[in-house]
């Protein structure tokens, strides 16, 4: 079972039938992963990653081209000499998993604008089901940025017992008006193009050009600016590169982006928070422009009054949204604290 778009490495667990939140049932999803470690015969020494928005499960690498892979590794803070270390790609994604690229097994063709609409708890449910088929029992943590963090505090509420802690990056437990916005424009942004025709634009000359130019707005406001500034002396070059790497837009798929996107506007958990057994680790960017600190008083102070044992860091950083990955190292230390504080906790009578 393969799939063109999903990342090189990456392998795929078939699921049952699934009932969505939506009403619908989705038949036999696909879901695409990697992991790296092994898997303790008591089955409880995994960490669960999840990645953001429009990323993948490609979480670390060997050739280095992982979007955690700074924290992601033997030895490094997500050790995996000691954990069997999971990511999946996201249910309604498009870097494998099923989603509105895959083809509709009842029509043969592409589920296109047609795909269900699915929730984070779908989500997160699809992730539960991969575990249990790779012999999982426990998490020690789930962990990720951006959406990411959305479904590490969707597993807290929806799996309470089934995880020592959470490590949510640059994410929140509800969605802020600052990541709605984004969605919101993006989609006026589909609906606007001449090629869109109700969704099914792969088949009236594609949306390329949209989808590279939303990116490169898109990293502005993630703070990929700053990071080349830090990165290359020659302003002429910036530019250029940053152009460059709006080009990963091409590869996305619209539909999923919609997709994904109602996800998050329909997410909020806070009224959940009652259910968290987990610790947390929280960590906000004050320079993040989507997910900002000023969140996180708001939070926390909801952890406390549900009784919540909870810790911040703040990730002190120039580069935005992006700070989980460019100023990885500076997450190390909480990170391998906290998880080594889990471990503890594990053991203790």
Partial sequence: MTDPRAPAGSRFCLLPDMALDCGAVLPAPVLAYESWGRLAPSGDNAILVTHGFTSSAHAAGEAGDGWWDGLIGPGRAIDTDRHFVVASNMLGSCWGSTGPTSLDPRTGRPYGPDFPLVSTRDMVRAQRALLDSLGVTR?????????????????????PDFMAGIIPVVG???TPPSAL??????????????????????EHGGLE??????????????????????RIPDPAAREPALLAAAEMGRHFD????????????????EPLFPRIRAKVLYSLCPSDRVFPA??????????AAAGVDARYF??????????????????????????????????AP
């Fill in 294 to 303: 000023t969140l996180a008083p708001e939070v926390m102070g909801r952890l």
């Fill in 172 to 174: 929140a437990p509800r």
């Fill in 209 to 230: 050009a949209t989808m590279v130019s939303l990116w490169a707005e898109t990293l502005r406001l993630y703070g990929l600016k700053e990071v080349l500034e830090a």
């Fill in 139 to 159: 998490l020690v943590a789930v962990a990720g940025p951006s959406f990411g963090g959305i479904l590490a505090f969707q597993w807290a509420v929806e799996f």
């Fill in 181 to 202: 916005e984004q969605v919101g424009s993006s989609v006026l942004r589909f609906w606007s193009d001449p090629n869109w025709h109700g969704g099914r634009y792969a």
């Fill in 254 to 269: 619209a539909n999923a982006f919609i997709r994904l996107g109602l996800a998050a506007s329909h997410f909020d958990v």
């Fill in 314 to 347: 703040e990730l002190e950083s120039d580069f935005g949204h992006l700070a989980f990955r460019e100023d990885a190292s500076k997450l190390a230390a909480p990170v391998s604290e906290f998880l080594l504080g889990l471990a503890a906790g594990a053991k």
